[in-house]
């Protein structure tokens, strides 16, 4: 079982559209890259502790590649937008690939060159090594199967198991 976690906009989305995804084995929704300890989602909001609205993913790597992953992640944001997906603003939605195994940092690296193809302005999206995360609270924790009719910013039909 491998890790990665996405920062893409709201968590609620990004999770419910990767827990679609075959060979995803499980997903949360959390706060990446801060700078301070235990943040709360209030924390967060005030856009002063370095966190990313994120979704940590384990997969079955002998089920699904990173490379498709990351293009499957490349399909619900725009990286060239810095601090906004959607109708969010705020550092919290930057765009941002936060791995922990070294050895991924190449196959991010040739994706995020193959997609700036497809754009003229430069791709802004973070990648990083994860320094920190933090579960968020329950009540964010697959929101969208709670609240079907909750806002998100990834169109709805990307939304249905793929």
Not at 21 to 26: A, E, F, H, K, Y
Not at 44 to 52: E, K, R
Not at 54 to 69: F, H, N, P, S, T
Not at 86 to 94: A, K, L, S, V
Request: hydrophobic share 30%.
């Amino acid at each position: 079982m491998k890790k990665i976690i996405f920062a893409g906009g709201c968590f609620w989305g990004v999770e419910a559209y990767f827990n679609t995804i075959d060979g995803v084995l499980n997903t949360k929704v959390g706060y990446a890259n801060g700078n301070t300890e235990d943040p709360t989602y209030e924390d967060v909001c005030t856009d002063s502790t370095g966190y990313a609205e994120a979704c940590y993913i384990e997969y079955d790597e002998k089920q699904l590649k990173l490379e498709k992953l990351i293009d499957a992640y490349w399909k619900v944001v725009d990286p060239t937008l810095k601090n906004r997906q959607g109708h969010d603003e705020g550092t919290q939605y930057r765009t941002g690939i936060y791995y922990v195994d070294e050895e991924d940092l190449k196959v991010i690296l040739e994706s995020k060159d193959k997609e700036q193809e497809k754009y003229d302005a430069p791709i802004v999206t973070e990648i990083l090594p994860l320094k920190n995360f933090y579960d968020a609270e329950e009540y964010h924790q697959k929101y969208l199967d709670k609240n079907p009719n909750g806002y998100c910013h990834i169109p709805k039909e990307l939304l249905k198991k793929h």
